[in-house]
């Protein structure tokens, strides 16, 4: 959706920030989530809907009733108690003298800080004692889609249902993947993206993402999920009545995603103040739901996690 402020300048680098900050956080796509450009305060609950993949079947007994299990669809509660922002400052005459096209640079340089900045929280979710279920798939130089079915087995193994599996891979073995002769044959994969945008869309049943930031701890190279792996929410934080700010409100994403802007002025040092903010939370959800890669075998990549 536009993002319109007084200064149509800062509307220009809102624009630029939130389409870089959601960029980035693609790979948040394939997880349970709540995003919205409803305000809350830090430290409110969101509830993001959670369906555990291995939800159980029972057996339906005579002197018994249909009440339900520990599953329900009003979600679980998830915490909006992450705060990271980006700030900067510039005179009037600075602000003035600066181009369209340098302000969208800044803007998506700004959005991207923030995004990986707030990538890397999530991803701290990713150690082996939240998920113990890691299959090794070597060195990026030696994967290709071959590995990716081995994966599949895993996945099947697991009786995960055939829709909703993803795959968010490292920079490194995205490119290795890439390298498969058969993704580099558009007749024998069914469309030119992997040779000529450098894109993956689904293979093998997984839809397929890279992820420059997944973390190398314990030679963790990716994983494999499914959405109740990991829930998420989002929210704008207004600020209080009374503020004096020049301008201060929501950015968002077509796609749900929300940023705050706060523009203020600095009196004493002659200096305007941006700072782009995200207030968010996220909660690990179904442990047994995402499988970690690795590209060592499993007791080697539990014990470099501890040793990292």
Known sequence: MPNNFINTLYTILTNAAIEAFTAILTPLTVFARNYSSDAVQRGDKVKVLWIPTQAEARDFQPTGSYAPGDITATGLDVVIDRHKFVSWSTTDTELSLNPIINIQDFGRQMGSNLGIAVL???????????????????????????????????????HWPAAGRNVVLSGTHFNGLLKDGSLKNAAAYGGPEAIRAGAIPA??????????????????????????????????????????????????????????????????????????????????????????????????????????
């Open 203 to 308: 293979l093998v049943g997984f839809g397929v993402y890279d992820s420059q930031l997944v973390p190398t701890t314990g030679s963790l190279c990716g994983f494999a999920t499914m959405p109740d792996a990991i829930l998420i929410a989002m929210r704008y934080l207004a600020p209080q009545e009374g503020n004096t700010y020049f301008q201060a409100g929501p950015v968002s994403h077509e796609g749900g995603l929300t940023l705050g802007f706060r523009d203020f002025y600095e009196n004493i040092q002659g200096r305007r103040i941006q700072v782009l903010e995200a207030n968010y939370g996220f909660l690990k959800g179904n442990g047994d739901a995402l499988i970690r890669l690795t590209t060592l075998p499993p007791a080697a990549a539990e014990e470099a996690e501890k040793a990292a």
């Open 120 to 158: 890397q929280d999530v991803w701290t979710l990713l150690t082996a004692v939240n998920y113990p279920r890691t299959t090794p798939v070597g060195p990026a130089t030696d994967f290709d889609s071959d590995n990716l079915i081995d994966v599949k087995a895993q996945c099947d193994g697991a």
